[in-house]
T-cell receptor, first 113, second 112 residues
C-alpha cells in the first residue's frame, strides 16, 4: 500500500457520459498530480494541485477538470466521454514536489464503450 | 526545459543476464533523477533516486543506477535478471521543484 488511494479501481461507462475519479493523497502530502496512461500515448501529465490550488496544467482536455478539496483529496472529472478516453488514470502525491519524487496510487482503469 | 530520453522501448534479456536500461537527460541545472517501475496493472513504484552526493545509487530489488554528469546519463542496471523483474521502467527528471518529467518507458522482458 503506497498510501495514495484511488477509487474506483475499475469503471466501465458509455460514450457521452460523465465520471468522477477520486484520489486521497498520502498523509502529509500537499501536492496531487493526475496522469493518464494509454498504450498509444504513454504516461501523460494532466494537472497538478497544491494545497487546494491549481499549480500546473499538462495535456488535459477541456472536457476534463479537476479540483482539490480542503481535506486535500482530489477529484478528476471526465465528461462527454469518448472511446479514446479509455485509459489508466493515476494519481500521485508528493511532500517536497518533484525533488522528493512522487508516490503513485494503483490507478483507475476507465473503459468507455 | 528539462527532458528525459529512454533508449529502447523494449529490452529482452535471459534470466541471469545483465540488465541495462538507458536514460539520458537534459538539464541546465543540477538534476534530480529517478527510476520508477510499473508491474502489470499496478501504479508506478519508486526504484531509486539521485539527488546529490554519491553518484552510484542503490535501489530496491538489486537495481542500481549511476549518475554520469559528463554523459548526461542515469542508466539503470542489475547484475542478474529475475523473471520477476519483467515490468515497465520509467526514468524521470525533476524539472522544477514541483514537477517530474517522465521518459516514455522501457518494457523489460525476461526469458527463462
Amino acid at each position: 500500500d503506497s498510501g495514495v488511494t484511488q477509487t474506483p479501481k475499475h469503471l466501465i461507462t458509455a460514450t457521452g457520459q460523465r465520471v468522477t475519479l477520486r484520489c486521497s493523497p498520502r498523509s502529509g502530502d500537499l501536492s496531487v498530480y493526475w496522469y493518464q496512461q494509454s498504450l498509444d500515448q504513454g504516461l501523460q501529465f494532466l494537472i497538478q494541485y497544491y494545497n487546494g490550488e491549481e499549480r500546473a496544467k499538462g495535456n488535459i482536455l477541456e472536457r476534463f477538470s479537476a479540483q482539490q478539496f480542503p481535506d486535500l483529496h482530489s477529484e478528476l472529472n471526465l465528461s462527454s466521454l469518448e472511446l479514446g478516453d479509455s485509459a489508466l488514470y493515476f494519481c500521485a502525491s508528493s511532500r517536497q514536489g518533484g525533488r522528493g519524487g512522487y508516490t503513485f496510487g494503483s490507478g483507475t482503469r476507465l473503459t468507455v464503450v | 526545459a528539462q527532458s528525459v530520453t529512454q533508449l529502447g522501448s523494449h529490452v529482452s534479456v535471459s534470466e541471469g543476464a545483465l540488465v541495462l536500461l538507458r536514460c539520458n537527460y537534459s538539464s541546465s541545472v543540477p538534476p534530480y533523477l529517478f527510476w520508477y517501475v510499473q508491474y502489470p496493472n499496478q501504479g508506478l513504484q519508486l526504484l531509486l533516486k539521485y539527488t546529490t552526493g554519491a553518484t552510484l545509487v542503490k535501489g530496491i530489488n538489486g537495481f542500481e543506477a549511476e549518475f554520469k554528469k559528463s554523459e548526461t546519463s542515469f542508466h539503470l542496471t542489475k547484475p542478474s535478471a529475475h523473471m520477476s523483474d519483467a515490468a515497465e521502467y520509467f526514468c524521470a527528471v525533476s524539472e522544477t521543484p514541483d514537477k517530474l518529467i517522465f521518459g516514455t518507458g522501457t518494457r523489460l522482458q525476461v526469458f527463462p
